[in-house]
Nanobody, 125 residues
Framework: QVQLVESGGGLVKAGGSLRLSCAASGLTFSSSTMGWFRQAPGKEREFVAAINWSGSSTNYAYSVKGRFTISRDNAKNTVYLQMNSLKPEDTAVYYC??????????????????WGQGTQVTVSS
């Protein structure tokens, strides 16, 4: 059974930083595309960042480019999202997602097969 468990969320002031982690089990992590998505209250879930199986290719939403960094450690079956210069509009539940097959680093949610339960990130002004 595939499990994706996010951690690292919390409350931070604008301009601060957080690092999210997603520990994966039950899948061949080293060949899986991994992604981060978020859903703010009253809004649809949106793409944040993605990384291919080797870490050689990444993709970011325009709103986070230059502030967020996605990375992975295949030895630890973990993907990370380093979030710097946080803004109140980054407040959302952040979800980790995995694709069963290597598909590059796409933003399309339909390409991801497994999802975590999410971790809350709240940025105060």
């Amino acid at each position: 059974q595939v499990q994706l468990v996010e951690s690292g969320g919390g409350l931070v002031k604008a301009g601060g930083s957080l690092r999210l982690s997603c520990a994966a089990s039950g899948l061949t992590f080293s060949s899986s595309t991994m992604g981060w998505f978020r859903q703010a209250p009253g809004k649809e879930r949106e793409f944040v960042a993605a990384i291919n199986w080797s870490g050689s290719s990444t993709n970011y939403a325009y709103s986070v480019k230059g502030r967020f960094t996605i990375s992975r450690d295949n030895a630890k079956n973990t993907v990370y999202l380093q979030m710097n210069s946080l803004k109140p509009e980054d407040t959302a539940v952040y979800y980790c997602a995995a694709s069963r097959v290597p598909v590059g680093a796409p933003p399309a949610q339909r390409l991801y097969d497994y999802w975590g339960q999410g971790t809350q990130v709240t940025v105060s002004s």
